[in-house]
């Protein structure tokens, strides 16, 4: 994948949003990774703080409101009693994934 590294196991890593999580539908065609455009994306990682890193997409495909780390508590699916966890969104600006580590275990 273009604008990924591979640091040595187990790092590797991405310096820019993937283009095969891109949301535009013309990038879907061919990608790995389908996301329907009305759904919460697709987990595309874990953070090291251990919280999911998820494509752009939040619930019903809305543009996620995310906190100062790219993060935030909601659900990870469009089910009705989905959990709310923290977690993070892929973003298309800089930074792409997690400008900082979230909310500490415990704290809300």
């Known amino acids: 994948t273009e604008?990924?590294?591979?640091?040595?196991?187990?790092?590797y890593h991405f310096h820019k949003s993937p283009e095969c999580l891109n949301h535009s539908p013309t990038h879907l065609k061919d990608c790995m990774l389908m996301v329907n455009q009305n759904q919460h994306a697709g987990l595309m990682g874990w953070a090291i703080?251990?919280?999911?890193i998820y494509a752009y997409q939040?619930?019903?495909?809305?543009?996620?409101?995310?906190?100062?780390?790219?993060g935030h508590f909601g659900p990870v699916t469009d089910d009705e009693d989905a959990e709310v966890v923290y977690h993070y969104h892929s973003r298309v600006i800089v930074p792409?994934?997690?400008a900082c580590q979230g909310p500490s275990f415990g704290e809300m």
């Open 3 to 11: 604008g990924d590294t591979p640091s040595g196991p187990p790092k």
């Open 49 to 52: 703080d251990g919280f999911g």
């Open 58 to 70: 939040d619930v019903g495909g809305a543009k996620p409101i995310v906190d100062e780390c790219g």
């Open 96 to 98: 792409y994934h997690l």
